[in-house]
């Protein structure tokens, strides 16, 4: 009767061990699961934030992308208008350099007129009436009387052509200036445009590099989670196993008692009833 009742004792020690040791481990794993659950959750979490960078990124690069296209086009007019500056700039020196030949010419010219104006003016009429007088007969006179007269138009033709030719060239002169004003200004715009456009680019490039770099770090975040429910998976997994093989050990002894019990109690009935 007592080792029935040791037997019986015994048997409710392992169950309560079992019980114990299986609401022990399953309280642990609970808790694992919870941390796998939150591990997810914020795996999930950082997932949608990484996805929203990349569309930022996307987004970004594209914005970038046209800002390039359009600093090429403003360079490429920029370019073009500061050929034209550049060859009016020429163009002006040159026609300042023929505007000053002109003036030149046309002050020696005046002065060769006024010296032989003053000549002939202090000799009277006396050195015309001379080369005339000079003459061997009519026809030698009527020749150097039209002489006088084509120096005397020369004179004037050359006077009026070198005022006419300074008129010319200063209005050629006023007219490249205008030009040169306007792309000037044209020069100046696109040259602030591309400014604008460079320093946009800038900030865009700027900002691509901290998404870039927001990214990697969500992206090494969810490595991290990744790896740690992993983890905390293979220790849900041995916990598991360890608590089946627990199980397996304790139920193993409780039939190891059992049946130990079992051969005991008819010795104890034979040894009563003798």
Do not use: C, W
């Not at 039209?146 to 005397?152: I, K």
């Not at 050359?158 to 002169?173: D, G, M, W, Y």
């Not at 916990?239 to 039939?255: G, H």
């Amino acid at each position: 009767m007592k080792s029935k009742r040791l037997l019986i004792f015994i048997l409710a020690i392992a169950m309560v061990s079992i019980s114990a040791i299986q609401v022990f481990a399953n309280a642990e794993i609970d808790n694992l699961k919870k941390q796998q659950e939150e591990m997810e959750r914020q795996k999930k979490e950082k997932e949608g934030e990484i996805q929203g960078l990349q569309v930022q990124v996307k987004d970004v690069q594209g914005e970038i992308a046209k800002l390039d296209a359009q600093i090429d086009v403003a360079s490429v007019k920029l370019t073009e208008v500061e050929d034209v500056v550049a060859q009016l700039e020429v163009d002006i020196a040159y026609n300042q350099e023929k505007l000053e030949g002109a003036k030149s010419s046309l002050d020696e010219n005046q002065d060769t007129l006024e010296k032989r104006l003053r000549v002939m003016y202090m000799s009277g009429d006396s050195s015309n009436l001379e080369i005339l007088l000079g003459a061997d007969n009519i026809e030698d006179m009527l020749m150097r009387y039209d002489m006088l007269e084509m120096v005397a138009k020369q004179d004037k033709d050359l006077i009026s052509f070198t005022n006419k030719q300074i008129v010319t060239i200063e209005e050629t002169e006023a007219e490249l200036s205008r030009q040169h004003a306007e792309e000037e200004i044209k020069r100046k715009e696109l040259s602030r445009q591309k400014q604008n456009l460079v320093s946009a680019n800038d900030q865009k490039v700027s900002f691509m590099a901290q998404l870039q770099k927001d990214k990697a770090a969500a992206e090494v975040q969810y490595d991290g989670f990744v790896q740690e429910s992993l983890n905390i998976q293979s220790k849900i997994v041995a916990k598991e196993k360890e608590l089946e093989e627990r199980r397996k050990a304790e139920e193993a002894k409780r039939k190891a008692a059992g049946r130990a019990g079992t051969a005991q109690i008819p010795g104890d009935q034979t040894g009563r009833y003798a």
